[in-house]
C-alpha cells in the first residue's frame, strides 16, 4: 500500500519565517533550512533534499551534506520533523 | 418596561481592564457591535473599576454598585430588584467566577422576574471546580496536574511533600502562588485563606507552552463555536497580553471530549498547557468567558453576542471560525476620568453614561474581518 504523506501544519512567509498553525509557535530560519523542512514534509529523501540544496544555493555536496544534517538534527530535537521521519538516525 | 427582543437591557459584570483585566469590557464591547440598540448595565462591586468610565464601545449606559459576592444570594437578589425596577433587565451575563454559586441560587426568582441569566448548571459548574478537576480529567482522559486540597496549612504542606517543589498554592476560585518550600507555602496559604477562605490547594507546577481555548457550550453536551490560541506575552501575573490562533486536532478534540462530559451550557475558557514532548495537561476550565473574548468577535467569531441572542429567545446563527494565524496584542491606554464621576457611583451606588462634544457616541458597527495575508 502507498503511504500517505502526513499533512505539513506549517505556513511560510517569505522563505523565511515559520509558523505552525497547530502549535502556534512560529520562528524565523535561513532560506536553506525552510527549504530542508519544508522538503521534508513534503515526502522528500536525504537524497532528494541534498540534491535541491546544491542546485538551489550553488553549494558543494560536503557542505550541502553537514548543513541538512545539522538542521534535521535541531528539527528531530525539537519534534518538528513528520512522523516518517522521526525514527530515522 | 422595555422590550427584549428590540432593545434588550443586558446587565455584565466584571468591568475591570486594568493589571489583571475581566471579560465584562469585551463582552459589552462584542455584543454591542451584533446588538447597537442594546442597553448595558455595569454589575460593579468597586468604584476603581475601569470599566466604569471608558467611553469606548466597551462603555455601559449606566451601572450599579452591588454587595461583594460574600454577601451571599439574598443581598444579591434584593440589589437586583432594585436594579431591575429602575432598568427592566433582560439578561445577566456574569463574568466573575464568585458570582456563579449566589447566581444560581436566585436563578428562578430572576426567571420570575422575566430575567434570564447566561449561566451553566450547578452539577456542571461544581465538576471542573479546581478541588475535583482530576476526577474529570480521568472521565474525559486528559491528564489533569495532580492537585490537593486542604483547609490546614499542615495538611497542605503533607500534599506537597507528596507532589514535591516547586508546586503551585491556588485558591478555589482565583489566585495561584508558585512555592518553592515549605515556607513559602505557609505564608501562600495564609494569605490565599485570608482573602479567599478554605479550602486552598496545591498543584503539581508543569511548565510548558500555555494554550486557552474560549467556546460556549449547548448544554447538551455539544460545541456550539469555539476559538483556540497559543498565549504570547505573559505578564507577571500569569495574564495573556497576546495570543496567536491555532488549529490543533488534539487541542479540539480535548474540549469537545470535556464540553461533552459536562454538558456544559454557555461560555467557557479552557486552560491547557503542554510541557515539551508531552501531551497537553489540563490546567483549568473558567466558568466564564476570557478577558481576550473580543478579539475573536472583532475575528469573525463574536461568541458572546450568540450567548446574548441565544439566551433572549432571538435568531442565534453559530458564529463562524477565526482562521490559524490571526493574532491579538492587548494595548492599554489612559482614560480620562473625573473625581465627580468616582463620587457620584461611590455616594449615589449608580452612574450613567453620557456622550457629550468631547466624548461622543463611539462607532460600534461590527468590524470587517480582514483578509488573511497571502504567504
Redesign the interface.
Known sequence: MEKVQPKS?F????ERFV?D??????FAVSKEAALILRSAWEGLDRDDIRKLLMQRFKIERGTAIRDMEQFLGKLKEL?LLPPTWRDRS | MKDASSQPVIAVSGLHRGESPQSGGAVIESIRARMPQARFIGISYDAMETGLYSRNGDHVDAAYLFPYPVAGPGELLKRLREVHEAEGLSLIIPTLDSELENLLTVQSSLGEMGIKVAIPSRSSLQARSKSVLDLLGKRADVPVPRTFAANDPVTLAGHALNIGYPCYVKGALYDARLVYNEAQLYEAFNTICAVWGPPVLVQEAIYG?E?GVAGVGDGKGRLVCHCA??KLLRSKLGKGYGG???????VNDITLRLVKELKWDGPFEIELV?P??REHHLFEINPRFPAWISFPAKAGCNMPAYVAERALGLVAAAPGKVP??KMFFRHSEDMVADIGDVARIITHGVTEYAADDEHPAPDTGEQQIRKP?T?
Do not use: C, L, W
Request: hydrophobic residues 50%; proline residues 6%; negative net charge.
Open positions: 501544519t505556513v511560510f512567509f517569505d509558523f498553525r497547530a502549535s502556534g509557535m512560529f519534534d | 507552552e494554550y490560541i497559543r496567536v490562533v491555532i488549529e490543533d486536532p488534539v503542554k515539551a514532548g490559524a494565524g495575508v504567504p
